[in-house]
């Protein structure tokens, strides 16, 4: 997946970078949308000349997004269904068994937060141009 971000800082080779504003004009859920008021981190392994305010190409396949995005949502809604076993076997409560599920969940997150700050560096983007051509 390719994007147009504008770097927002370069500091020490650590580059952060945002969404293209330009983009958002004309976008039907640019009201609701947060992206673009976020920041993050991009890999520059080229060693691409980038400063403030330019803007730059990055990539994240395609694969890795789509499991970064089941990692995200998938792991936790899948450990409901753990949760809500374990919950059915400790008591008959719903109660027991709705907590029991919620903290599921609550550990599907926690374990994919705990898998992308280990392997935060698979899985950022990277920079592959500059949005004018340059290297």
Do not use: H, W
Not at 22 to 31: D, I, K
């Amino acid at each position: 997946m390719k994007q147009v971000v504008t770097i927002q800082d370069n500091k020490n080779g650590v580059i952060t970078a945002g969404c293209d504003r330009s983009m958002c004009e004309g976008c039907r859920s640019s009201l609701f949308c947060t992206s673009k008021k976020a920041s993050f981190d991009v890999l520059n392994p080229d060693g691409i000349k980038l400063e403030k305010g330019d803007q730059a190409v990055i990539d994240m396949p395609t694969g890795k997004t789509l499991f970064t995005v089941f990692m995200s949502f998938g792991l936790p809604l899948i450990m409901f269904i753990p949760g809500y076993i374990i919950g059915s076997l400790i008591s008959d409560s719903q109660g027991v068994q709705l907590i029991s599920s919620l903290l599921g969940v609550a550990l599907g997150f926690v374990i994919a937060a705990l898998y992308f700050r280990k392997n935060r560096k698979k899985y950022s983007p990277v920079v592959i141009s500059r949005k004018d051509g340059e290297d």
